[in-house]
């Protein structure tokens, strides 16, 4: 049996009930290994699944999209925490991410799940890209709080052409400029 003959779209719902009921917001975005390892432990498979392009047919509904882009790019940072692998899914994320924002997914939810269909803008680094989140978390109707992460991540990758808090775990050399920013606290989120 391959992976994607054991996961079917009505895991798309576990994965949402996962992420929005079972997890606290404050878990979403902190560093905590018995979390990260939680996400690896339940849904490992069906990241593997969305990596290697067997879940590409959860783009019909908002939810199975939503489902996929949070696997692509939220389960991502937290399987590969502290590996370049937990970028590796950033394309993949976008490219769905635009998908269902075409298809105005984004507006059938709720602002706290709205976001989630955003996330793959914040996370990319190009400025152009960066440009886009910004407008999109405003126009959207992601709230303020979302707006403001996201042009505090649109001003990194201006200044720095990336986010400099990635270099060490993509093995990327920093500019002395750089290294003042993390320094003095950066942004790492």
Not at 44 to 54: L, Q, S
Not at 70 to 88: G, K, M, V
Not at 94 to 104: Q, Y
Request: with cysteine.
């Amino acid at each position: 049996m391959t992976i994607s003959n054991s996961i079917r779209d009505s895991d798309a719902g576990i994965i949402l009930i996962f992420w929005f009921e079972e997890t606290k917001p404050h878990q979403w975005f902190r560093r905590d290994a018995a979390f990260d390892e939680s996400v690896r432990a339940r849904f490992g498979a069906h990241h593997a699944a969305a990596a290697t392009g067997d879940l590409d047919n959860w783009m019909e509904s908002a939810d199975t999209a939503l489902a996929r882009i949070i696997i692509l790019d939220q389960f991502s940072r937290n399987i590969y925490r502290d590996e370049p692998l937990a970028f590796a899914q950033d394309d993949l994320a976008l490219a769905a991410a635009r998908d269902a924002v075409a298809k105005e997914f984004d507006q059938t939810v709720e602002p706290r799940k709205r976001a989630f269909f955003l996330m793959p803008f914040m996370h990319a680094e190009d400025a152009n890209v960066q440009d886009e989140s910004v407008q999109l978390f405003i126009s959207r109707g992601c709230g303020e709080d979302n707006a403001k992460h996201a042009r505090q991540h649109r001003d990194i990758v201006k200044r720095f052409g990336r986010f400099p808090h990635r270099n060490k775990v993509m093995v990327r050399t920093s500019t002395p400029e750089e290294t003042q920013f993390l320094k003095d606290g950066g942004f790492n989120p």
